[in-house]
Antibody, heavy 122, light 109 residues
Framework: EVQLVESGGGLVQPGGSLRLSCAAS????????MSWVRQAPGKGLEWVAY????????YYLDSVKGRFTISRDNAEHSLYLQMNSLRAEDTAVYYC???????????????WGQGTLVTVSS | EIVLTQSPATLSLSPGERATLSCRAS??????LAWYQHKPGQAPRLLIY???NRATGIPARFSGSGSGTDFTLTISSLEPEDFAVYYC???????????FGGGTRVDIK
């Protein structure tokens, strides 16, 4: 069974940093592109970042470029999101999501975690 | 950036009724559109990809249609578990810039 379990969320002050983790199991993690998607309170879904299987390609939402870094450890079956210079507008539930296809990339997401809440507030 | 506009914002229907949800793109996305179902406290669920293909395990009552800028998700006969928020999502191949619509909430009437 495919499972994605996020952790690392919490309350952080504006300008602060946080590192989110996503533990993957039930599939060959190293064969899939992976992504982070967020949902602000009362709002819709917003894609944040994407990473290729070997980490050689990374793509970001414009508003997080230069502040967020997506990474992965295939040996540990884990995905990460380092978030720096956090702003109030980054407050959201952050979901880890798996790309729909193995080896190639489809830019759709077939498995998602339950999410972890990040709150940026003083 | 391609903007996806979903309508209506809320749809109030009874079990057994037909639901028709719309997603309109600000420019053509060809057939590169997906639909997701999202319930509070749960992970979103992929329903439809490439506009009209049902994802694995998705019941036949869910169907997608459209191309270019206008897309439709149809639920032929609502089951109690179908009351949720539905999002459309488009993809642009290079560079990846993915956007979601604002969502349609399907409520029990």
């Amino acid at each position: 069974e495919v499972q994605l379990v996020e952790s690392g969320g919490g309350l952080v002050q504006p300008g602060g940093s946080l590192r989110l983790s996503c533990a993957a199991s039930g599939f060959t993690f190293s064969s899939y592109w992976m992504s982070w998607v967020r949902q602000a309170p009362g709002k819709g879904l917003e894609w944040v970042a994407y990473i290729k299987q070997d980490g050689s390609e990374k793509y970001y939402l414009d508003s997080v470029k230069g502040r967020f870094t997506i990474s992965r450890d295939n040996a540990e079956h884990s995905l990460y999101l380092q978030m720096n210079s956090l702003r109030a507008e980054d407050t959201a539930v952050y979901y880890c999501a798996r790309d729909f296809t193995m080896i190639a990339v489809a830019y759709y997401f077939d498995y998602w975690g339950q999410g972890t809440l990040v709150t940026v507030s003083s | 950036e391609i903007v996806l506009t979903q309508s209506p914002a809320t749809l109030s229907l009874s079990p057994g009724e037909r639901a028709t949800l719309s997603c309109r793109a600000s420019q053509s996305v060809s057939s590169y559109l997906a639909w997701y179902q999202h319930k509070p406290g749960q992970a979103p669920r992929l329903l439809i990809y490439d506009a009209s293909n049902r994802a694995t395990g998705i019941p036949a009552r869910f169907s997608g249609s459209g191309s270019g800028t206008d897309f439709t998700l149809t639920i032929s006969s609502l089951e109690p578990e179908d009351f949720a928020v539905y999002y459309c999502q488009q993809r642009i191949n290079w560079p990846p810039m993915l956007t979601f619509g604002g969502g349609t909430r399907v409520d029990i009437k």
